[in-house]
């Protein structure tokens, strides 16, 4: 958000002050927001046991966990999402890690509406004036540890992409896991290397392509905190294939799985209706807050902030709340999708040891996860993952010789 673009409304309002301004009580959808509820005015507080689990999240960052780790280590520990759910993704963990709310600010006015017909939203970029309120609520993370938790996520992401291409080999033909793979031990990007090993009778040097960490492999100056095992491309394409051979043999298995994902994100009638609802409240509001802030303060400060104040809270509340649901409409479409693409896919594998098609693996690869012991999971974009394993089998035959 671009400093001139942001507007910071009273830096000091403490969040007791805030009092409901419109009559009756407007729906606190803490429900998609982990770490707080409401009390009986409808203020938002933090629920402890909630919270708990953001602190945790926040710390494991900054002990230099990844997120697809901490994500599993939840899923094992059976803590429950801000919406009751087992299922726990990196996604998930990433989306708590870089919200402002949990240090008591909130950023209104986050969409704007660019089609009245279909009432579609999107981000707001420039279209419209953004507010930025301080001390909206009481914080969970203090704000020293939640910028140091961006830094991080920032250093993080600029490995990620890899601006120079450093870790990108120059092969004939493209990688087609190149940026598909983290580490599931300490979740940093897994890179391709080439490397020579000393297998064979004569103990002559073979030269093979592997994935690695970039931790493990000793390419990252600033850790050296992992251990994980390397797997060979090779390998990694032969379990790929087989897997899809084994979710064709078990395709019914498969799809009752996706729909099940799919039933847990689509919106019911009751919940749709409460979106275009949503819609139109916000816009409302939206207008609103632009006329007042284009009228002068006059000679009533004091009432001009408040009322403003208010206006960016409810507003806030309604789009929280409006995120939440098309964050998950969108999910059971995406699922949906991708759930038909997997399937064409399958019709066309006929074997175990199809030959490696790296169409197929862009396709229906969100992304994978390299364990140690040559674990890989494959998440696939229909919204399941399986787990293979991908260690170097014995040469079956040898070549003449
Ligand atoms: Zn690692």
Not at 221 to 249: G, T
């Amino acid at each position: 958000m671009a400093q001139e673009e942001s507007r910071s409304i009273s830096e000091n309002t403490k969040w007791g002050v805030q009092k409901r301004f419109q009559q009756g009580k407007a729906h606190v959808p803490t429900t998609y927001f982990l770490g707080y509820t409401e009390d009986e005015d409808g203020n938002i507080i933090i629920d402890e046991k909630q919270a708990k689990v953001v602190k945790r999240i926040y710390w494991e960052v900054l002990e230099g966990k990844g997120t697809p780790t901490i994500a599993k280590e939840l899923m094992k520990d059976g803590i429950r999402t801000a919406r009751n759910k087992k299922t726990w993704t990196s996604d998930s963990v990433y989306k708590i890690l870089r919200n402002e709310k949990y240090k008591g600010d909130c950023l209104a006015q986050k969409t704007v509406t660019v089609d009245f017909l279909t009432h579609e939203r999107v981000r707001n970029k420039e279209h419209q004036p953004q507010y930025y309120i301080r001390n909206h609520h009481p914080a969970i993370i203090s704000e020293e540890d939640w910028e140091k938790v961006q830094e991080e996520l920032n250093r993080r992401s600029k490995m990620f992409r890899d601006p120079d291409n450093k870790y990108n080999m120059a092969y004939s033909g493209a990688a087609p896991f190149s940026n598909k793979l983290f580490c599931g031990e300490c979740g940093r990007p897994v890179t391709r290397r080439r490397l020579t090993t000393h297998c064979g009778e004569d103990s002559a040097p073979v030269k093979f392509t592997a994935w690695h960490c970039r931790v493990a492999s000793k390419r990252d100056p600033n850790f050296k905190d992992c251990k994980c095992s390397y797997v060979w491309e090779e390998e990694l394409e032969r379990a790929f294939m087989k897997l899809l051979f084994d979710i064709k043999k078990g395709k019914a298995k498969l799809i009752e799985d996706v729909e099940l994902s799919i039933e847990e994100a689509s919106l019911t009638e009751e919940e749709d209706r409460r979106l275009n609802e949503l819609g139109t409240q916000i816009d409302r509001i939206t207008d609103k807050i632009t006329a007042m802030a284009a009228r002068s303060t006059g000679s009533n400060e004091t009432i001009y902030e408040a009322t403003m104040r208010h206006l960016i809270y409810e507003q806030e509340i309604l789009q929280m709340e409006y995120d939440g649901l098309s964050e998950n409409k969108k999910e059971s479409e995406y699922l949906e999708e991708n759930l038909k693409i997997l399937i064409e896919v399958l019709e066309n594998i006929k074997g175990p040891e199809e030959d490696f098609d790296p169409d197929i693996l862009t396709k229906v690869i969100e992304k994978g996860i390299v364990y140690n012991k040559w674990r890989v999971e494959f998440q696939l974009k229909c919204g399941v993952s399986y787990e293979v394993d991908a260690r170097r089998r014995p040469q079956r035959s040898k070549k003449a010789e």
